[in-house]
């Protein structure tokens, strides 16, 4: 069992190598690769076609794509969260190390952090309160069904753990949202 084990686990790493092999060789045939065209071309999913871009722009091979979309969820977590880190940004945006720096230098081009000199930062604008976070989490009930559920609003809105169940409980006794997985009462948080 064991051996099957190593065996899949070689075969995982040989399969990653060969991609990442590729992604090279495409690079050097145009040195303006997009996911996209990774994705296309070497016959990927999504979410392996942006790990693969990840690792280029991490080798400095490309310059990391910087989309409104990932700015504005950058955003919502620096103004939602206690204490913003880039590390957990990167985490909660699903992007690589160099990319998540990018995304810090535009948040303060934007007026929105201030970089330290030991690329900590700080906000400039004030945190969100309480009532912008059970306003941000009727616009996610509307969208998904009245549905105000622990994982969901931490995909959604950025939100650390805490922070989510105090809201998913807030918004099941108080505003008559639904929580997905309670096998208790919600009184029990």
Not at 78 to 93: I, R
Not at 96 to 102: G, I, K, L, P, V
Not at 178 to 189: N, Q
């Amino acid at each position: 069992m064991d051996d099957l084990i190593e065996s899949s686990e070689a075969y995982r790493q040989l399969e990653a190598s060969d991609t990442l092999v590729q992604a090279l060789e495409l690079h050097k045939k145009n040195p303006n690769i997009t996911p996209w065209t990774l994705q296309a071309d070497l016959d990927l999913g999504w979410s392996k076609a942006w790990l693969v871009y990840d690792w280029l722009v991490d080798n400095s091979l490309v310059e990391p794509r910087i989309t409104k979309n990932l700015i504005r969820n950058a955003r919502a977590y620096t103004l939602n969260n206690f204490q913003p880190n880039l590390k957990e940004m990167a985490l909660f945006l699903r992007v690589r190390d160099r990319t998540a720096s990018r995304l810090m230098i535009e948040l303060q081009r934007r007026k929105i952090i201030r970089v330290r000199t030991d690329f900590s930062f700080e906000r400039i604008k004030p945190a969100a309160t309480f009532e912008n976070l059970v306003r941000q989490m009727l616009v996610v009930a509307g969208k998904y069904r009245t549905r105000c559920d622990v994982p969901l609003l931490m995909r959604t809105m950025f939100i650390e753990r805490d922070r989510a169940v105090v809201l998913s409980v807030y918004g099941a006794t108080r505003l008559g949202l639904r929580p997905k997985k309670w096998r208790t009462s919600p009184s029990s948080f």
